[in-house]
Structures are given as structure tokens and as C-alpha cells.
């Protein structure tokens, strides 16, 4: 290869190519938009102490359930990692939100 062809940068094949990388990135970011608890598109995203993002309902239905366990002498655990949670306080997660917008905007 000679040193020309060294400096010059590789060109992608076109515009197909550009789409195929689009897609394949969006897909990916698919899973990142979706609740680990209910598998749906984020409406409320909150992080728990875990450090993982949840649909606010679900972990709010989770936490509740283990409040009525009778036999629930710790905090619940986490549906990720398998520890109990620290704390039950939750955070929105506003990040995920205005990428989730600006996202719809562009579609």
C-alpha cells in the first residue's frame, strides 16, 4: 500500500451503508430504552440504588411487594444484581429522558 493511499481516509459504500450502521446502532440502543423488569419502552425512567434504570411503576410495585412479605426482614433485592438494595429512594432519570425525546423528534 503506498503512502497516498495511507492518507486518504476509507470511504464507507454509500448510503447504504450509513443505514445499515443506523440501524444496527438503534437497535442496540433498543434494550437501553426498555425497563429490565418489563421488557416495555420507558415512560418514567427512575434509578435505584442499584445504579440500574427502571420503569417507576414496576420497581415501586416490587419494593411493595416485599413490604407485605411477612417473612421480608431486609430491603428487597435487586432484580440486576441479586443484592439488596441500599435504599429504596428513587432518582428520575432525566438523561434517558431527553435522549428518549430528542430521539422522537428525529423519527
Given at each position: ?15 447504504q ?49 416485599n ?22 429512594q ?10 428518549m ?7
Amino acid at each position: 500500500m503506498g503512502e497516498d493511499q495511507l492518507r486518504q481516509p476509507r470511504q464507507a459504500n454509500g448510503p447504504q451503508s450509513a443505514r445499515q450502521v443506523l440501524s444496527i446502532l438503534l437497535h442496540g440502543m433498543q434494550e437501553t430504552l426498555e425497563c429490565p423488569l418489563t421488557n416495555l419502552r420507558f415512560r418514567e425512567p427512575v434509578i435505584a440504588s442499584d445504579g440500574y434504570t427502571y420503569e417507576r411503576w414496576a420497581i415501586t410495585e416490587l419494593f411493595e411487594a416485599n413490604g407485605q412479605d411477612t417473612f421480608a426482614d431486609t430491603e428487597p433485592c435487586s432484580p440486576m444484581t441479586g443484592l439488596p438494595f441500599a435504599s429504596r429512594q428513587l432518582i428520575p432519570n432525566r438523561q434517558l429522558v431527553n435522549m428518549m425525546s430528542a430521539m422522537d423528534a428525529g423519527t
